[in-house]
């Protein structure tokens, strides 16, 4: 989980329209909060709102990997913490890919 941070970075700094440089960032995004169902929910609920929104573009690509309803748990209950981030429908499909 350590580079997750600068990758998060390098994601808030691409331009809308760098499609390119935004699937590479959520590539790696995914890959990283793959490789560990506790370390992810962890992270989850301890990173900051801003991390999480960047985070919910590839909900449904963790969850496809992890195929873990502890994690859509995890993502239920941070919505109900963060109802302005408006993640209930990337939550809802990325539950479709378990």
């Known amino acids: 989980m350590r580079d997750i941070s600068l990758v998060l970075e390098k994601r808030k700094k691409k331009h809308?329209?760098?499609?390119?440089?935004?699937?590479?960032?959520?590539?790696?995004?995914?890959?990283?909060?793959?490789?560990?169902?506790?370390?992810?929910?962890?992270y989850l609920n301890n990173c900051s709102k801003e991390d999480l929104y960047?985070?919910?573009?590839v909900f449904e690509d963790i969850s496809?990997?992890?195929?873990?309803?502890?994690?859509?748990?995890?993502?239920?209950?941070?919505?109900?913490?963060?109802?302005?981030?408006?993640?209930t429908s990337d939550i809802n499909l990325a539950e479709e890919y378990i």
């Not at 960047?54 to 573009?57: K, L």
């Open 64 to 87: 496809e990997n992890l195929k873990s309803k502890k994690i859509i748990a995890c993502l239920r209950k941070l919505d109900k913490k963060y109802p302005d981030l408006k993640m």
């Open 16 to 42: 809308i329209n760098d499609d390119f440089g935004i699937e590479e960032c959520w590539k790696q995004i995914t890959e990283i909060f793959s490789q560990d169902e506790v370390e992810t929910i962890n």
């Open 54 to 57: 960047f985070i919910s573009e």
